[in-house]
């Protein structure tokens, strides 16, 4: 398992991204190259097709994965009121736009999802990292300045 410093964040919107670009995971480097599909013959495309090893591209959801995401969050809800309104609108045509449509009367349901959803992202985002023999650097951690010598300090937060 590789340890990269990676914007998690960065890979779990474009993850969860519905734009139409393509976006490749540098696997030496930890960084994102986003490529317009049609921009076919590029200098940064001939480089990603050059280095098929160095390059992964980067999922995005698609409907029925988005759909079942919304799906198994009203497994976690029990207000009475708003389940069988959200429900009703992932059955229905367009079922994305549908349940953001409804969750809208509901402020405090739709901070849950967007909670909810967050963490689902965030953990398909470590999976797929997994599957790739990659795992993010922990962050740093704040200095601890609790004990040290002023002078020390200021030497310590200088260099950084």
């Known amino acids: 398992m590789r340890t990269f410093t990676l914007d998690l964040d960065t890979l779990t919107q474009l993850i969860n991204g519905r734009e139409q670009q393509e976006n490749w995971l540098d696997l030496e480097s930890g960084s994102v190259l986003s490529l317009s599909p049609e921009d076919q013959h590029s200098e940064q495309r001939q480089h990603v ?3 098929p090893d160095r390059y992964t591209q980067i999922p995005n959801l698609d409907i ?3 759909v079942a995401m919304r799906e198994s969050f009203l497994f976690t809800l029990d207000d009475l009121h708003a389940h069988p ?4 609108a992932l059955t229905g045509r367009k079922p994305l736009r549908a349940f ?3 969750i809208e009367s ?3 349901i739709r901070q849950q999802w ?3 959803e967050l963490k689902q992202l965030r953990e398909y985002t470590l999976n797929w990292l997994y599957e790739l023999g990659l795992e993010p650097a ?3 951690q704040p200095l601890d300045t609790r004990g040290i010598p002023k002078d020390i300090l ?3 937060t200088k260099s950084a």
């Open 49 to 51: 097709e050059l280095h």
């Open 64 to 66: 029925p994965q988005r």
């Open 85 to 88: 309104l959200l429900s009703a």
């Open 100 to 102: 953001d449509y409804e």
């Open 106 to 108: 509901f402020p405090a």
């Open 114 to 116: 967007q909670a909810y």
């Open 138 to 140: 922990p962050d740093k």
């Open 154 to 156: 200021r030497r310590l």
